[in-house]
């Protein structure tokens, strides 16, 4: 991983934290979660706190995601909103987070001058044993602390004002002023600071998550439908009289799912050919062919006349993967016709010809699967499912994985939000990685 690392394709855009008594709140919040103290003296965190080198030194990288459920977080400065989510168990959680920092900024903003805040997202299982254990989870709790215990002094502040307002000669107790005042130098004047997070409880949406080698749990009102493997515990048992059930490997039931509840734009000759969608599907796939049978081969310095040749003697085995000239034969025919019958496309191929819906709200997650479903377009897995990209990387050649890191250098990590739009009909900032 240190090719991905050096160009910033794992672990990246993460916030350096160096400062003394940034690394001293850090461990206290540590210590709040029954941790050890980081010897480090300087670390990298993303918008939850998570650490790539701290989880190097504990040898843990799921320190901040114990049963991968209820994640915890530690916020050190209101600068964490705009980092991305680097390593987590569920794809909304950066979703929750913005939710969170949005609802609270005042508090944030205000206890982080002194203080770090920490604690977790809190749902209504501790351990997922079955699908049952993940629909359970309808809304997601912020349970906070603060590392100096600033929000406990607030609120002790609070209820002696309070008490002083409301208890006939409080005023007259000397303890308890001088305790106000105490409190007061270190939380400021509560009336006009903000110290306590407003809202806490949050809705927790459609979402993928890692268990079970990956769930996809979309919502449609009253209705949920799960997409995953079918051997995943509880698999068309938990709930069967509200959730639909779809196997990862039934192209045509995916495909009449998201095309049937407005999640798909479907093949039209305006998006494609702005986009150069298939053009680069096309590639993608014409390359990776090319690097399973020439493993060692250098694919940065070809150009197109090799290309050419090697298409012209391999024309076989072209021919017997089929998706290379499939989508030549869909890009003449958009170009001519304007438009694709999928009715007359074999299931497992209609998702190269489509892309996610870019006005509906599930459009990352619904792209996470198209990308899922179309592996070879590297790409677009990194964009949309680093964690598969990733365990993809681990078994591609030493030279493929060159190529790949400078595709991505020379194409993605270029303009990410120009690329999105352009490809994907992405509009508006993200926090990817």
């Known amino acids: ?179 106000m005042v105490e409190l007061a130098k270190i939380t400021g004047d509560i009336r006009q600071n ?49 959730v639909s059930y779809i196997g990862i490997g039934d192209h045509t039931r995916i495909f009449e799912f998201l095309s049937s509840t407005g999640r798909l734009d479907l093949p039209r000759k305006s998006w494609v050919e702005a ?25 940065a310095n070809v150009d197109r006349i090799w290309l050419q040749t090697w298409m012209h003697r391999n024309a076989g085995l072209l021919a017997q993967d089929g998706l290379y000239p499939f989508l030549q034969e869909m890009i003449r025919k958009i170009a001519n016709d304007g438009a694709i019958r999928l009715a007359d496309v074999a299931p497992d191929r209609r998702f190269a010809l489509v892309r996610a819906a870019p006005d509906h709200p599930d459009q990352w997650l619904t792209n996470r699967l198209i990308s899922e479903l179309v592996p070879q377009d590297f790409v677009s897995r990194f964009v949309f499912d680093k964690q598969g990209f990733y365990i993809a990387y681990e078994a591609y050649s030493e030279p493929f994985r060159a190529y790949v890191v400078a595709t991505l250098t020379n194409t993605y990590l270029k303009d990410k939000a120009d690329f999105r739009r352009r490809l994907y009909g992405i509009t508006g900032d993200t926090t990817d990685a």
């Open 1 to 179: 991983m240190d090719r991905l690392s050096e160009a910033e394709l794992i672990y990246g855009r993460l916030l350096d934290i160096t400062e003394p008594h940034l690394v001293a709140r850090y461990n206290k919040a540590l210590a709040g979660f029954g941790l050890p103290a980081t010897r480090l003296e300087a670390f990298r965190i993303d918008m939850t706190g998570f650490s790539p080198e701290i989880a190097a030194e504990l040898s843990d990288r799921d320190y901040l995601d114990p049963n991968r459920i209820n994640r915890r977080f530690i916020i050190l400065t209101p600068e964490q909103e705009n980092l991305p989510v680097v390593h987590t168990s569920f794809s909304n959680t950066a979703g929750l987070m913005h939710e969170f920092f949005n609802a609270n900024r005042r508090a944030i903003n205000a206890v982080t001058i002194r203080d770090a805040l920490y604690g977790e997202i809190e749902d209504s299982v501790s351990v997922v044993n079955s699908i049952d254990d993940l629909l359970s989870i309808n809304e997601v709790q912020f349970r906070v602390l603060s590392a100096e215990d600033m929000l406990g002094k607030a609120s002790e502040l609070r209820e002696l004002v309070d008490r002083l307002q409301t208890v006939p000669n409080a005023w007259a107790n000397d303890d308890m002023l001088n305790r």
């Open 275 to 299: 986009s150069s969608l298939y053009r680069h599907r096309a590639d993608m796939v014409l390359r990776g062919l090319i690097a399973r049978t020439n493993p060692e081969i250098d694919l």
């Open 194 to 242: 903000a110290l306590v997070p407003d809202q806490l409880m949050f809705r927790h949406q459609a979402y993928w998550a890692n268990h079970f080698g990956g769930v996809y749990v979309f919502l449609d009102g009253g209705n949920t439908t799960v997409i995953c493997d079918p051997a995943t515990p509880g698999f068309r048992r938990s709930r069967p009289w509200q």
